[in-house]
């Protein structure tokens, strides 16, 4: 570990400790603080004050502020700690300076502002060699990071408890020190007789936790580069107000114990976090400042996200089906951090739009900055007038000509601290006085991380938005809420590679154009599906009102799994009723069994839409209690259902995927493809289990009127660029045959794929 310096702080503990209920259980006598890292950014930007503020303990006049300052800093002292021969020299300094002055010690303090990689090693120091006698507390302060996953998190705790129990440890989220976000639970406890009736999901429209931030990383990027904006705000800061929010109230809101257990439970009733559930995007300069301040190529690219918006779901009776959104983001058009609650609003209002019960109802915990400047509680006027009790918070009355979230300031009953505290100042009093509740334990930041770290792995190699910064994101980052998904608004944008400061989001062009002289659609994996959707269900309203019927032809695999869940969730006008599903091929496997084509086809879209089951036409590979044997006829029997149904046999839609090797339906390079004559099903091999396959042919492929090929993922990414460069090569690329006769051929392909 690099050379640490501390302060060390002998100072008075004025008022004893509390414990579970909220009486005072330590005792009176001195407390030795050590910081840790004495001299870093962020002691001297708020540790230092935190602790004064702290050893003053009340509003002093200007004068006798500087006499306090000045027996401050003649109580502290610098000493290097790097070495456990420091660390044990710090201890006996510190009993030898009890006995000199005939103290009582309290306790010992150690707030760690060091890296997180050094926590293990300093606390395991601390434990050796300055654990006081006992009697005595020990408490040892953390700041986040508090690892990059749900593993990294496990071993750094399964660490620190071999030095430390888990009640001496305080970690730190400062979000959980604004006055504000610790008057969420007191105002939900003040104000139950109104919110009791309200507070739930038959009331609650949405619930959404915003940090916008105007600023770059410069200076940071070495950490946020791996971390990025999940890891920094959204997982902790935010995660920890929707508990605030959505928790089950405390019988005693002292009770840290009950308040942890509380916030638990709603971790724990989360439905999970996958890519769907989340948007992500990066400010455009932030790949120059990597480059610069990390050193790397201009051919480096991060991947690091620098906004995120997450949807997140609470399954329980309360909550169940009330979205809440997570939104944060660097460079944005202001700073402003929020919680609003909007209520459903079932007043309908003919003329009088201004009447007070026509406007929202929200109640709004503003942490501070944006138009208002200063921290609040706001509620809505048509809901009630909140509760005021004691002196800490006061109402306003007379306000600015602002706006706040769609309402007019004086459309509010607006609540403000009397006096504005720092964060790190009220944490700081906290960790004193052995007030856990608003500090992280080691079981709710794993629940935390069994949360998000799913969501981290799926958005994984994922390509965020590009955005401008500031002002010129325009409606680029603007969400919508489909169900249990989230989207990005806006159609997807790329940004010219050779385009620097100064775009705005008018001069981003969307990527289209062709393929192997066929027509392409590119854009994100996303909003690829959503567009190849939205295309089929054009083709099968088009075909209904043509001939009254819609024949589509599905591929297996993974390719189009995403389509499925698509038309399921989205797509709920599709003609099923009139619509015949046909397979491209089968796997030789009984339909029962997960390699199936039918059975994921079943699992994923067919149980989920109102089709008749009579349109509905598996291959037939089980015959006569055999899969696949030539003599049984299964691909002529095949072959005699298309030519019954499917008028001079040509699909309306064919959908295939492709495979590493060029592959395409069933039909594998080297595969004696050239034999199959004029059949439209044939029985293939493949070169991987289960060998023995069932296909539709090119023949029965290129008579189709429209033929998609859906490629996704950046494994194919050399395989396109292959593609873009042969000709038709049979043998060896397979899809390159796949010419429909009268038809058309799009190519699907995300950038992933495209791009690399």
Known sequence: MSLAVSLLLIALCAGGGYGEEGKRTQKAGHVSVVIVGGTGDLARKYLWQGFFQLYVSQDV??????????????LSQYRQLKTLEDYQELARHIEQQLQQEGMTEAGRLFYLS????????????????CRPAGGTWLRVVLEKPFGHNYRSAQVLATELLGALKDEEMYRIDHYLGKQVVSKILPFRIENRKFLDPIWNRHHIEKIEIVLKETLDVKGRISFYDEYGVIRDVLQNHLTEVMTLLTMKLPANVSNSGEVLRNKLEVLSSMLPLGKSQAVIGQYQNYKTEVQQELNKTKEHVSMTSTFAAVLAHIEDAQFEGVPVLLISGKMLDERVGYARILFKNDVFCLQSQNNVHCKPKQIVFYFGHGSLKYPAVLVSKNLFKPALKGGEWKEVTEHKNVDVLGLHISDYFVQTPTTEREAYSELIYHIFAGQKNNFVSTENLLASWEVWTPLLSALKG?????????????????VHLRGKEIRFYSEAVIINPDQVGGASASSFQVMQGKFRSAQMVSAWSEELVERLAADMQEAAEAAVREGGVFHLALSGGSTPLALFHRLVLRHFSFPWRDTHIWMVDERCVPLTETESNFHSMHEHLLQHVRIPYYNIHPMPVQLNQRLCVDEDGGAQLYEKEISRLVN??????????????????????GGKLNETGGSLVALTESPIKPHQRMSLTFSAINRARTVALLVMGKGKHELVTQLSRVKDNLEKYPV?????????????????ALLG
């Open 61 to 74: 006049s200007q004068d006798r502020c500087a006499i306090l300052k000045d027996q401050f800093l003649r």
């Open 114 to 129: 060091v890296p997180a990689f050094a926590y293990a090693g300093v606390a395991e120091k601390i434990n050796s060699s």
């Open 462 to 478: 994922s390509f965020p938005r590009i955005y401008p910064g500031g002002a010129d994101n325009g409606d680029m980052l603007d």
């Open 648 to 669: 001079v046999s040509s699909f309306h839609f064919v959908l295939l995927g492709v495979g590493y090797d060029g592959h395409t339906a069933s039909l594998f390079p």
């Open 736 to 752: 390159t045959w796949v010419k429909p006769n009268n038809g058309r051929l799009v190519w699907y392909i995300d950038y992933d």
